[in-house]
């Protein structure tokens, strides 16, 4: 059974920054792929970024240059840095697995999510 739980979200302010984890249980990340999904009201589900089993990064045009995606095998977490944000990253951030895709529609195993809020 895979189970995967984020935290780290909350309140800031723009121009400040967010670590946010995930904690994966029943499945090895390292050799599985990792990906940040976000969702804001009223909207769909958005790719954010990506850490392939391999360890490359990919990451949406929108937060490039200001996430970073990392991991930790001995906790068996991935972290998603979050700097320079902006109000229009305001949502709900989830990590999921069980594809290396950038669709939403191909993952079957998602954490709970997590807020983060960025005012203005």
């Known amino acids: 059974q895979v189970q995967l739980v984020e935290s780290g979200g909350g309140l800031v302010q723009a121009g400040g920054s967010l670590r946010l984890s995930c904690a994966a249980s029943?499945?090895?990340?390292?050799?599985?792929?990792m990906a940040w999904f976000r969702q804001a009201p009223g909207k769909e589900r958005e790719f954010v970024g990506i850490r392939r089993n391999g360890g490359g990064t990919y990451y949406a045009d929108s937060v490039k240059g200001r996430f970073t995606i990392s991991g930790d095998n001995a906790k068996n977490t991935v972290y998603l840095q979050m700097n320079s944000l902006k109000p229009e990253d305001t949502a709900v951030y989830y990590c999921?697995?069980?594809?290396?895709?950038?669709?939403?529609?191909?993952?079957?195993?998602w954490g709970q999510g997590t807020q983060v809020t960025v005012s203005s």
């Open positions: 999921a697995t069980g594809s290396s895709s950038i669709s939403p529609d191909d993952y079957n195993y």
């Open positions: 029943g499945r090895t990340f390292s050799t599985y792929a």
